[in-house]
């Protein structure tokens, strides 16, 4: 069954999948709101998840002042309906913002409920791991990072035993050995602590904490608008810039009746897919030289070169592209461009195709990545995988195919397969990754070819936003799915109420301690590596006064007056 109206699709879900809800919202492009109250929405979730094999693809909370507390649980259905979303939603009360929890339920909300209880102050009461996500574990006792005493003076008065207390896993057994890898360490260059405990060289546990970055980007969004608000997202992550500025646009649009022509749609895909390209091979060049393939390095870093130069000609940029608008795009790709774009691309896939098949034979990358980092379809799955290193594990997942309307990915348009790897290992990671170059060089050059033989408009103006309007985007970045949800404002339609954005590296960092299990010692860096960390992405921002309990939001400006105040001596 093929949904065309918004309507029809709620009727659905109201009648085929949850009869008991309060109310039943259609939203754009196959997105449903259920309202059910908040005792039920562990048993929403068991009902979703077990009967219809649902999968959460992000559960998260709007602060609503005075109202109290609005929890959403949001969860894609493409197993049983294509594209059809669903968003469960339920309001909790200010004074005793409680909720069930369902991490118990599905493993993949275990993160995203410490964050809720983190930074909005809610309790998803029943919590597995409530430990803090962001904040180190001990807040607000004295912690790792540093516990400075009221009227302290940074003149080396106090010592470093006073002033720090360390992070640890309990050591179990008398041959048992903690190595802490980070925050800050020169195999990873964003900062983070994974601590591996180790039997001799085998890894038997481990743990990994976040929240060494703090930029604050959703609160920014929501004070800048809906245009300003794509330059943002393109910076929550440099290498995946496109990917979120094409999911931050689509969300924006699907608040309101948005028409894009065709031809914005081509540059769109045109883009997303050089980025995933640039993408791909920076990882499989990082992977070569942390295993001792330095020639690898070199050979996909020179190839890469070439797709930046493409990427530059087309948007004048070379890592945020500035070229997404609601509505369309804000730059032409003349006929010329396209042409000489297409000749180039048609020579790097005869260069990938003969880099697979080095690659998939080269005797080191055997030796170190087959059966490394182990990760089956059912971990895969139960832990919320997305991306390449879901498809490693046969899983076969994609937003490009599960929700196709945000770009141009349609197989009776452009000829395209989805990768998949049954090698379930670091091993299959890559090999999914340098064949998915192969298939995006394939769309990158039909794009081009429709680009070349064709003109048009490029951008049409957008409507204004609905007061109160609401939105999920979804797109299929290079390390994998991304969110956004928007919640317009009930009182300025310039502005958002509240945006979240759910980036790939949220769901693949948190299974690393799964995969690490089991690897040898030598093996970690290889492991980590392998979902193509991300940490600025996955990391919020949050002012918590410690003396008064109090949280709070920084601007721009009070945020640089803190700093240079703390930096005085």
Request: with cysteine; aromatic share 8%.
């Given at each position: 069954m093929k949904f065309e109206g918004s309507l029809d699709v709620a009727e659905y879900v109201r009648k085929e999948i949850y009869p008991d809800g309060l109310e039943y919202v259609p939203l754009r492009e196959n997105r449903v709101i259920v309202k059910v109250p908040p005792g039920d929405l562990a048993k929403v979730a068991e009902l979703f998840v077990k009967k219809f094999e649902a999968r959460l693809i992000h559960a998260t909370a709007v602060d609503l002042e005075l109202r109290g507390f609005e929890v959403l649980h949001i969860y894609d259905f493409s197993k049983v309906k294509n594209r059809l979303v669903v968003v469960v939603k339920a309001l909790v009360d200010k004074d005793n913002p409680?909720?069930?929890?369902?991490?118990?339920?599905?493993?993949?909300?275990?993160?995203?409920?410490?964050?809720?209880?983190?930074?909005?102050?809610?309790?998803?009461?029943?919590?597995?791991?409530?430990?803090?996500?962001?904040?180190?574990h001990e807040w607000p006792n004295p912690v790792e990072s540093?516990?400075?005493?009221?009227?302290?003076?940074?003149?080396?008065?106090?010592?470093?035993?006073?002033?720090?207390?360390?992070?640890?896993?309990?050591?179990?057994?008398?041959?048992?050995?903690?190595?802490?890898?980070?925050p800050y360490h020169p195999g990873v260059i964003e900062g983070q602590i994974v601590y591996v405990k180790v039997e001799g060289e085998q890894v038997v546990a481990a743990d990994i904490k976040t929240g060494f970055h703090h930029r604050g980007i959703m609160k920014l969004i929501e004070r800048r608008g809906y245009n300003k608000g794509a330059f943002l997202a393109e910076r929550v992550c440099g290498i995946c810039s496109a990917a979120h500025g094409l999911a931050y646009i689509t969300c924006a649009e699907n608040l309101y009746d948005a028409e894009v022509p065709d031809r914005a749609l081509y540059i769109r895909t045109l883009l997303a897919e050089l980025?995933?390209?640039?993408?791909?091979?920076?990882?499989?060049?990082?992977?070569?030289?942390?295993?001792?393939?330095?020639?690898?390095?070199?050979?996909?870093?020179?190839?890469?070169?070439?797709?930046?130069?493409?990427?530059?000609?087309?948007?004048?940029?070379?890592?945020?592209?500035?070229?997404?608008?609601?509505?369309?795009?804000?730059r032409d790709v003349p006929q010329e461009l396209a042409a000489k774009a297409k000749r180039t691309v048609d020579e790097l896939r005869e260069e990938c195709a003969k880099l697979l098949m080095l690659v998939a034979d080269h005797p080191v990358v055997k030796s170190r990545l087959i059966g490394v980092g182990p990760?089956?379809?059912?971990?895969?799955?139960?832990?919320?995988?997305?991306?390449?290193?879901?498809?490693?594990?046969d899983w076969k997942i994609d937003v490009r195919t599960d929700n196709p309307p945000h770009a141009i990915y349609d197989p009776k348009v452009i000829?395209?397969?989805?990768?998949?790897d049954d090698h379930c290992d670091t091993f299959g990671r890559t090999l999914v990754r340098v064949k998915e170059l192969l298939v995006s060089c394939g769309i990158v050059s039909q794009c081009l070819e429709y680009l070349t033989k064709t003109t048009g408009e490029i951008r049409i103006k957008p409507k204004t936003v609905p007061l109160g309007a609401e939105a999920v985007g979804l797109n299929e970045a290079p390390r994998g799915e991304l969110a956004y949800y928007i919640r317009a404002s009930d009182k300025d339609s310039s502005l958002p109420h509240s945006i979240r954005i759910r980036t790939p590296s949220y769901r693949n960092n948190a299974i690393i301690p799964l995969m690490l299990v089991g690897s040898n010692l030598a093996d970690v860096p290889v492991v980590m590596g392998s979902t193509d960390q991300c940490l600025a992405c996955t990391d919020r921002f949050e002012i918590i006064d410690e003396r008064r309990g109090s949280r709070k939001s920084l601007t721009w400006d009070q945020l640089v007056n803190l700093s240079r105040r703390a930096s005085r001596w």
């Amino acid at each position: 069954m093929k949904f065309e109206g918004s309507l029809d699709v709620a009727e659905y879900v109201r009648k085929e999948i949850y009869p008991d809800g309060l109310e039943y919202v259609p939203l754009r492009e196959n997105r449903v709101i259920v309202k059910v109250p908040p005792g039920d929405l562990a048993k929403v979730a068991e009902l979703f998840v077990k009967k219809f094999e649902a999968r959460l693809i992000h559960a998260t909370a709007v602060d609503l002042e005075l109202r109290g507390f609005e929890v959403l649980h949001i969860y894609d259905f493409s197993k049983v309906k294509n594209r059809l979303v669903v968003v469960v939603k339920a309001l909790v009360d200010k004074d005793n913002p409680e909720f069930p929890s369902i991490a118990n339920i599905t493993w993949q909300a275990t993160w995203a409920e410490r964050e809720m209880k983190e930074l909005l102050g809610v309790n998803p009461s029943g919590m597995p791991d409530p430990r803090h996500q962001f904040l180190p574990h001990e807040w607000p006792n004295p912690v790792e990072s540093g516990s400075i005493p009221e009227g302290y003076k940074f003149d080396g008065s106090a010592t470093t035993k006073e002033m720090y207390l360390p992070l640890r896993m309990p050591i179990e057994e008398a041959y048992q050995t903690l190595i802490p890898i980070g925050p800050y360490h020169p195999g990873v260059i964003e900062g983070q602590i994974v601590y591996v405990k180790v039997e001799g060289e085998q890894v038997v546990a481990a743990d990994i904490k976040t929240g060494f970055h703090h930029r604050g980007i959703m609160k920014l969004i929501e004070r800048r608008g809906y245009n300003k608000g794509a330059f943002l997202a393109e910076r929550v992550c440099g290498i995946c810039s496109a990917a979120h500025g094409l999911a931050y646009i689509t969300c924006a649009e699907n608040l309101y009746d948005a028409e894009v022509p065709d031809r914005a749609l081509y540059i769109r895909t045109l883009l997303a897919e050089l980025n995933r390209m640039h993408s791909h091979l920076l990882w499989v060049g990082v992977v070569a030289d942390v295993i001792g393939w330095k020639t690898g390095f070199m050979l996909m870093w020179g190839l890469r070169e070439r797709v930046m130069d493409i990427i530059e000609a087309i948007t004048g940029n070379r890592v945020n592209y500035g070229i997404w608008r609601m509505g369309g795009v804000s730059r032409d790709v003349p006929q010329e461009l396209a042409a000489k774009a297409k000749r180039t691309v048609d020579e790097l896939r005869e260069e990938c195709a003969k880099l697979l098949m080095l690659v998939a034979d080269h005797p080191v990358v055997k030796s170190r990545l087959i059966g490394v980092g182990p990760l089956t379809k059912a971990q895969a799955y139960d832990g919320g995988a997305v991306g390449p290193v879901a498809r490693a594990s046969d899983w076969k997942i994609d937003v490009r195919t599960d929700n196709p309307p945000h770009a141009i990915y349609d197989p009776k348009v452009i000829s395209w397969e989805v990768i998949t790897d049954d090698h379930c290992d670091t091993f299959g990671r890559t090999l999914v990754r340098v064949k998915e170059l192969l298939v995006s060089c394939g769309i990158v050059s039909q794009c081009l070819e429709y680009l070349t033989k064709t003109t048009g408009e490029i951008r049409i103006k957008p409507k204004t936003v609905p007061l109160g309007a609401e939105a999920v985007g979804l797109n299929e970045a290079p390390r994998g799915e991304l969110a956004y949800y928007i919640r317009a404002s009930d009182k300025d339609s310039s502005l958002p109420h509240s945006i979240r954005i759910r980036t790939p590296s949220y769901r693949n960092n948190a299974i690393i301690p799964l995969m690490l299990v089991g690897s040898n010692l030598a093996d970690v860096p290889v492991v980590m590596g392998s979902t193509d960390q991300c940490l600025a992405c996955t990391d919020r921002f949050e002012i918590i006064d410690e003396r008064r309990g109090s949280r709070k939001s920084l601007t721009w400006d009070q945020l640089v007056n803190l700093s240079r105040r703390a930096s005085r001596w």
